[in-house]
């Protein structure tokens, strides 16, 4: 017996006796047979999903460098694992490391070399009066591996000299050890220190510290400036790296702790000085930001919101977004008017609008009383609010009235009724009283 081919359900040949119930019921036995089995027909589980062993689906695999997969976080800085990665908290501890590292620290005078383990570089002047500098003034950089171990780098100023010695968990140190620098020129040696700048910087392109000295450089060209705070840095440190295919500038102003750095080619052109920002401008940028949340929250409250400056940023625009909003909408009726039936009756007539998006609450609506022969007894604004409460009316001499007889909210916007009194003259009388309609102000 022949089958089908997605199924293998059975098929009835031509040269086969034909037997009706038989024919059915092996059918119906057939795909029965199919059902809930791999290959067949998918039965739904009492959720109304397809049961997971129904499903040819394999289990996920662990992500490497050439495949995907699930990959495992962590907070190490320092695992050299190829699978796994790093979260914001880790990029937060490198961050705040690299921070501290670039900050220029100033000390005082009789300060305790000891003392400094603070990642940093500071600035030591009249060796006599730090205990156990190694020399001259100059420049000390304290750097910091595993916690507890310290090294600090002492670089001189007028002997060019280098020293440096180490700190174990227990806070004893070793002795200052005078490294032997390499010769100038070499490209690879950039602790050598080259002596004062005393030109151009452009002209600096060795590899290598200097030592910026001068008392005053303004009108020293490529000298880094900022206008905001003063035209010229003296005393600081310019660090110059040459890596034969390249150049890089990095100076360090000594008063304010600024940083600078800029890129070149060995051709002698140079790109703008760019200033780091150091952790002094991030705690100017913080306050900044505290200060435009009090004021954006005073402002929300102001308004009938509800903030405070320790919101974060979606939560005032969430406070902005749920301030009590009055909308505002107007137009016209163009003049429409309405006459009384005799010259005893009043006039009235109906005005709707149903061009809104909102609901009103309080309507304004410009109104006009004249006779049928165009003399003017009334004109003027009326208000009336929703629900109406009042009879909103405008007088004249004699008791000549037109007003918002009632009003109410429809869909996209309002109808109103207006009437008028007879027109009532000195003379008695004897007129048709004319009402008109023109602008009119909706508020929600």
């Given at each position: 017996?022949?089958?089908?081919d997605k199924?293998?359900?059975?098929l009835?040949?031509?040269?086969m006796?034909?037997?009706?119930p038989?024919?059915?019921?092996?059918l119906?036995?057939?795909?029965?047979?199919r059902?809930?089995v791999?290959?067949g027909?998918?039965?739904?589980?009492?959720?109304?999903k397809?049961?997971a062993d129904?499903?040819?689906?394999?289990?996920?695999?662990?992500?490497?460098?050439?495949?995907?997969?699930?990959?495992?976080?962590?907070?190490?800085?320092?695992?050299t694992?190829?699978?796994?990665?790093?979260?914001?908290?880790?990029?937060?501890?490198v961050y705040?490391?690299a921070?501290a590292?670039?900050?220029l620290?100033?000390v005082?005078n009789?300060?305790n070399?000891d003392?400094l383990?603070?990642?940093g570089v500071?600035?030591i002047?009249e060796?006599?009066?730090?205990?156990?500098?190694?020399?001259?003034?100059?420049?000390l950089?304290?750097?910091?591996?595993?916690?507890?171990?310290?090294?600090?780098?002492?670089?001189t100023?007028?002997?060019?000299?280098?020293?440096?010695r180490?700190r174990?968990?227990s806070?004893?140190?070793t002795?200052?050890?005078?490294?032997?620098l390499?010769p100038?020129?070499?490209v690879?040696?950039p602790?050598?220190?080259?002596?004062?700048?005393?030109?151009?910087?452009?002209?600096?392109?060795?590899?290598?510290?200097?030592?910026?000295a001068?008392?005053?450089?303004t009108?020293?060209?490529n000298f880094?400036?900022d206008?905001t705070?003063?035209?010229?840095?003296?005393?600081?440190?310019?660090?110059?790296?040459?890596?034969?295919?390249?150049?890089?500038?990095?100076?360090?102003?000594h008063?304010?702790?600024?940083?600078?750095?800029?890129?070149?080619y060995?051709?002698g052109?140079?790109?703008?000085?760019?200033?780091?920002l150091t952790?002094?401008?991030?705690?100017?940028?913080?306050q900044?930001?505290?200060?435009?949340?009090?004021q954006?929250?005073?402002?929300?409250?102001?308004?009938?919101?509800?903030?405070?400056?320790?919101?974060t940023?979606?939560?005032?625009?969430?406070?902005?977004?749920?301030?009590?909003?009055k909308?505002?909408a107007?137009?016209?009726?163009n003049?429409?008017?309405?006459s009384?039936?005799s010259?005893?009756?009043?006039?009235?007539?109906?005005?709707?609008?149903?061009?809104?998006?909102?609901?009103?609450?309080?309507?304004?609506?410009?109104?006009?009383?004249?006779?049928?022969?165009g003399?003017?007894?009334i004109?003027?604004?009326a208000?009336?609010?929703?629900?109406y409460?009042?009879d909103?009316t405008?007088y004249g001499?004699?008791?000549?009235?037109?007003?918002?007889?009632?009003?109410?909210?429809?869909?996209g916007?309002?109808?109103?009724?207006i009437?008028?009194?007879?027109?009532?003259?000195?003379?008695?009388?004897?007129?048709?009283?004319?009402?008109?309609?023109?602008?009119?102000f909706?508020?929600?």
């Amino acid at each position: 017996m022949a089958n089908t081919d997605k199924l293998s359900l059975p098929l009835i040949e031509p040269n086969m006796t034909a037997d009706v119930p038989r024919d059915m019921n092996a059918l119906a036995e057939a795909v029965d047979a199919r059902v809930g089995v791999a290959g067949g027909l998918a039965v739904l589980g009492a959720d109304g999903k397809v049961p997971a062993d129904q499903l040819n689906v394999k289990d996920p695999v662990d992500a490497s460098l050439t495949q995907k997969g699930i990959v495992q976080l962590s907070n190490a800085i320092s695992d050299t694992s190829q699978i796994k990665a790093v979260t914001p908290y880790a990029l937060k501890t490198v961050y705040d490391l690299a921070v501290a590292g670039m900050r220029l620290r100033n000390v005082n005078n009789g300060t305790n070399l000891d003392t400094l383990t603070q990642i940093g570089v500071y600035r030591i002047v009249e060796k006599s009066k730090f205990p156990n500098a190694p020399d001259d003034y100059g420049i000390l950089q304290v750097n910091s591996d595993t916690p507890g171990y310290i090294t600090q780098t002492f670089i001189t100023v007028l002997t060019a000299k280098m020293y440096t010695r180490g700190r174990n968990e227990s806070g004893a140190w070793t002795g200052w050890n005078e490294v032997a620098l390499s010769p100038v020129g070499d490209v690879r040696s950039p602790m050598v220190f080259r002596g004062q700048v005393s030109g151009d910087f452009n002209n600096y392109n060795q590899t290598g510290y200097y030592i910026v000295a001068s008392d005053n450089w303004t009108g020293v060209a490529n000298f880094p400036r900022d206008n905001t705070i003063g035209n010229a840095y003296p005393y600081g440190v310019l660090e110059v790296i040459n890596s034969g295919q390249g150049l890089n500038q990095l100076y360090r102003q000594h008063s304010d702790s600024r940083v600078w750095t800029r890129g070149g080619y060995n051709n002698g052109s140079w790109a703008g000085w760019k200033r780091l920002l150091t952790t002094d401008d991030y705690d100017t940028l913080f306050q900044l930001s505290v200060d435009t949340k009090g004021q954006v929250a005073t402002a929300i409250n102001g308004k009938g919101g509800n903030a405070n400056s320790s919101m974060t940023g979606a939560q005032l625009a969430a406070a902005i977004l749920g301030l009590p909003v009055k909308r505002f909408a107007k137009g016209t009726f163009n003049g429409q008017s309405a006459s009384s039936s005799s010259t005893t009756t009043g006039a009235s007539m109906n005005v709707g609008v149903n061009t809104m998006n909102f609901s009103p609450t309080r309507v304004f609506i410009r109104l006009r009383l004249k006779d049928s022969y165009g003399n003017l007894y009334i004109e003027g604004i009326a208000m009336a609010g929703i629900p109406y409460d009042n009879d909103v009316t405008l007088y004249g001499r004699f008791q000549n009235r037109v007003s918002i007889y009632s009003i109410s909210q429809s869909p996209g916007g309002f109808t109103a009724t207006i009437n008028s009194t007879e027109i009532r003259d000195y003379a008695g009388g004897g007129s048709i009283a004319v009402i008109e309609a023109f602008e009119w102000f909706a508020y929600e």
